[in-house]
């Protein structure tokens, strides 16, 4: 399997052995979290072929949609405004 197998006999004794590259992602997720002040590796779990993973962000964003929107709308205006400058303005020709 990609990232290691699974034995045991049944579902309660079952536990999953690592190969090299599920030893990489589990330092890779155990490493990378800690870049990041705001985010808690919560759990996480290597599978076979896939993982499971939770991520705590401690800080949220305190700006409103209504705020984010409103930039949206006045970059979108700004864009608006500019193509329509650049289509009025005069054609300039070489001599």
């Known amino acids: 399997m990609l990232f290691g197998e699974i034995v045991g006999a049944d579902l309660v004794s079952a536990q ?3 190969n ?3 030893e990489m992602i589990d330092n890779v997720l155990n490493n990378t979290i800690k870049l990041f ?3 808690i590796l919560d759990q996480y ?3 076979p072929n896939h993982i499971h993973f939770i991520v705590v962000i401690s800080r ?3 700006r409103s ?3 984010t929107r409103s930039r949206a709308d006045t970059r979108s205006q700004a864009d608006t405004r500019s193509r329509a400058d650049t289509r009025s303005a ?3 020709t070489l001599s």
Do not use: L, S, V, Y
Request: aromatic share 4%; net charge negative.
């Open 90 to 92: 005069p054609k300039q």
């Open 20 to 22: 090299e590259a599920g």
């Open 65 to 67: 949609r209504a705020d």
């Open 45 to 47: 779990i290597i599978m």
């Open 60 to 62: 949220a964003d305190t």
């Open 16 to 18: 999953m052995n690592q």
């Open 37 to 39: 002040e705001d985010f």
